[in-house]
């Protein structure tokens, strides 16, 4: 499966950002989807991720109650609807794959990663 990510940019605190995940490659409805974040100088860090059909969803509880996580299995695409953004939440998100179609917040279960998209979020 080859993941593209976009969507991010520079916004200020309080607004609000949707990033895409599109898929290619394999049958995009079997696999789970997640997605990751990076910021400078820390570790790679969960933050939503969604079962195969979207039927299970599971949230970092950074992100809880602003983030939303979506797919369209139509348009092999994972959705982070991102609300109420804060200065912290800047990072490189990443998107990634997991073949088992499960909602997991472990990175290690993950079969493929996208390249990232920048989300910076100035106070």
């Known amino acids: 499966v080859q993941l593209q990510a976009s969507g991010g940019g520079l916004v200020q605190a309080g607004d609000s950002l949707r990033l895409s995940c599109a898929a290619s490659?394999?049958?995009?409805?079997?696999?789970?989807m997640g997605w990751f974040r990076q910021a400078p100088g820390k570790e790679r860090e969960f933050v939503a991720a969604i079962s195969w059909s979207g039927g299970s969803t599971v949230y970092a509880d950074s992100v809880k109650g602003r983030f939303t996580i979506s797919r369209d299995n139509a348009k092999n695409t994972v959705y982070l609807q991102m609300n109420s953004l804060k200065p912290e939440d800047t990072a490189v998100y990443y998107c990634a794959a997991e073949g088992w179609g499960r909602a997991t917040e472990e990175p290690n279960e993950y079969d493929y990663w996208g390249q990232g998209t920048q989300v910076t979020v100035s106070s």
């Open positions: 490659g394999r049958t995009f409805s079997n696999y789970g």
